[in-house]
């Protein structure tokens, strides 16, 4: 039985998805779920529930956007509504990831990638669910 695990950056319009290889190691970016207005997640979970069949995810990683100062503020709220949501969709466990510093880190690695400002945001998101998976696997390994 293969297990993948899936890594979600839950934006305000956007999802960044990530997917473990077979092994739990590695993380890579697959796609970039848009939607018109935050509110509207019925195609965003379609589109996820499709990629879980697709890739035959077991569990997912969502990254938890949590305050400096360690509080959830209203993104996290909506974050935890989130996954709510995805648990009642896929029957899948859906663990919580602090990532207040993955998408600093993200932003980071495309910089030094040479990557131009205004093509980033394009690969920001996907890259923050990549080190938010990636910090889970590794944290895996550490147990």
Known sequence: MMMRIMGLDFGSKTVGVAISDALLVTAQGIEI???ESEN???KTL???EELIEE???TSIV???PKNMNNSIGERAEKTLEFQEM???RTGLSVVMWDER?????ANRTLIEGNVRREDRSKYVDKLAAVFILQGYLDSLKKE
């Open 33 to 35: 779920i848009r939607r």
């Open 40 to 42: 509207k997640l019925r």
């Open 46 to 48: 379609a589109r996820i």
């Open 55 to 57: 890739y035959e995810v």
């Open 62 to 64: 969502l990254g938890l």
């Open 86 to 88: 995805l648990m009642r």
């Open 101 to 105: 510093l993955t998408t600093v880190e």
